[in-house]
């Protein structure tokens, strides 16, 4: 898989621009604060139906205009696609892929894939708990539509509930049928949704084990921790158990139990990489993890997913710098940078310089 060009209209700090890319790597660079990473959000729009940063898609758009326009010509190993973004300001973004509509963010999902190397991920380790459930979703979201919509049907059930339980807390209430409703409701696509999480931490272990190994040597493994701890995790077994926890989670007035408080255990030799490996330890678990979801994408569609780098070399000790840049070599990569020193060049490698939202065609 692989991106031939992107042009920008509105969109950030770009008025007007047109980038033609490689198949191979792309070197971003220049000064901060020219636009660097915004041609890395811009793609990362087309995989995931938002930005990676922005609170709101209203942030997009560049000051003093009244809409942004994105298009991307992308090719995989069957089709050659065209999809193009559009947003008005005060209205709806509106998504096309080969001049069809886009009405659901599941129906996105599959055509474009990306992983996204940043510096906070080098956080992953030892973050909150939430980027890692963003990690999975990430992953999975891409691969299997019918996981986006049980994730978005499960969140939506649970805001209902959320609501429910406050008001119960509230009445003095310990019981009511409606919250046996939404109990049902997340029950079923919980049993999904763990399904899916369950056979991505099984490939995702297989794969950074190995990458861990060949960067430092050492053992490193990645359990799944289920926020739902019951034996079976089929609808019926979940929701008894959550049916078991109502008066609980009336007195919290939220939920307490559910795979919205799913984890990931990560260790390393043996001990919790969180609180017992070094900085490095946990930087080297998280760039293995980041690879391996590469990994994970390609094991499952036969093709790796384009690669976003974002100013991540420059986190990087020589070791691990070396090892990324061997991964990467056959495989289209967009990496921003500014310091070109710090990637390793070949013969395909294009240089493409930013200054004040424009791009600059350099030979290598």
């Known amino acids: 898989m692989y991106i031939s060009s992107l042009s920008l209209s509105n969109f950030r700090n770009y008025s007007s621009e047109k980038i033609d890319f490689s198949p191979y790597t792309n070197v971003i660079y220049g000064d901060n604060a020219q ?6 959000e811009a793609v990362y729009i087309f995989a995931q139906g938002r930005s990676h940063r922005a609170k709101s898609d209203k942030e997009l758009i560049k000051f003093n205009e009244d809409f942004f326009k994105l298009s991307l010509d992308f090719h995989d190993g069957a089709r050659d696609y065209s999809s193009v973004i559009r947003m008005v300001k005060n209205g709806k973004k509106n998504i096309s892929v080969n001049h069809v509509q886009i009405t659901k963010l599941s129906m996105l999902m599959n055509y474009l894939n990306v992983v996204m190397f940043s510096p906070e991920d080098l956080d992953l380790v030892k973050g909150s708990p939430s980027s890692r ?55 079923i696509e919980a049993s999904k949704i763990i399904e899916y999480r369950r056979e991505f931490i099984k490939l995702i272990n297989s794969f950074a084990s190995e990458i861990q190994k060949e960067i430092s040597g050492e053992a490193l493994k990645i359990d799944y921790s289920s926020g739902i701890r019951c034996e079976e995790t089929d609808k019926s077994s979940i929701f008894k158990y959550l049916e078991r926890h109502q008066r609980r989670e009336i007195d919290f007035a939220s939920a307490q139990i559910g795979i919205q408080r799913d984890d990931l255990h990560i260790s390393v030799n043996g001990k919790e990489a969180r609180i017992y490996a070094s900085q490095g330890q946990q930087r080297t678990a998280a760039l293995s993890m980041k690879i391996a979801q590469a990994d994970y994408i390609h094991s499952i569609k036969g093709e790796y997913p384009v690669l976003l780098l974002d100013d991540i070399m420059s986190e990087l000790d020589i070791n691990r710098r070396m090892y990324l840049s061997q991964k990467i070599r056959d495989k289209q990569v967009l990496i921003t940078s500014t310091d070109t020193d710090l990637i390793e060049s ?11 939202g424009s791009v600059i065609n350099e030979k290598i």
């Open 35 to 40: 636009g660097k990473t915004n041609i890395l």
């Open 133 to 187: 459930r963003r990690f999975i979703d990430s992953s999975v979201s891409q691969l299997y539509p019918r996981y986006l919509t049980s994730l978005i049907d499960y969140h939506k059930a649970l805001g209902q509930k959320n609501s429910l339980l406050k008001t119960l807390k509230f009445k003095g209430v310990k019981s009511d049928v409606m919250l046996s409703v939404w109990n049902e409701q997340l029950a």
């Open 346 to 356: 070949t013969s395909d490698t294009k240089l493409l310089r930013i200054k004040n």
